[in-house]
């Protein structure tokens, strides 16, 4: 069974800085491309950052300069670096392993951005 389990979210004020883990199980990585979604209450979920099997990356304009997508093969892992962290990026993150007409979501993980 596919897993992909999200790690790193929590508690941060404005400005601070989080990075976000996802490790994915039981599928081969380097042919997946990945990706960041996150959903705020009472929205949809939007794509955050997405990264293809070859390296390639592009990122919603709201996090542009601001997050930075990466993953390492060697580890089966996906990472997202938040910086710069603002109230409006407040919202549950989940990572999505997408391959032709698979695709596979973890569980999520909740980000908070508070004073």
């Known amino acids: 069974q596919v897993q992909l389990v999200e790690s790193g979210g929590g508690l941060v004020q404005p400005g601070g800085s989080l990075r976000l883990s996802c490790s994915a199980s039981?599928?081969?990585?380097?042919?997946?491309?990945m990706g960041w979604y996150r959903q705020a209450p009472g929205k949809q979920r939007e794509l955050v950052a997405h990264?293809?099997?070859?390296?390639?990356?592009k990122y919603a304009d709201s996090v542009k300069d601001r997050f930075t997508i990466s993953r390492d093969n060697a580890k089966n892992t996906v990472y997202l670096q938040m910086n710069s962290l603002k109230l409006e990026d407040t919202a549950v993150y989940y990572c999505?392993?997408?391959?032709?007409?698979?695709?596979?979501w973890g569980q999520g993980t909740q980000v908070t951005v508070s004073s």
């Open positions: 999505r392993a997408a391959l032709q007409y698979r695709e596979y």
């Open positions: 039981r599928i081969t990585f380097t042919m997946y491309a």
């Open positions: 990264i293809t099997s070859g390296g390639d990356t």
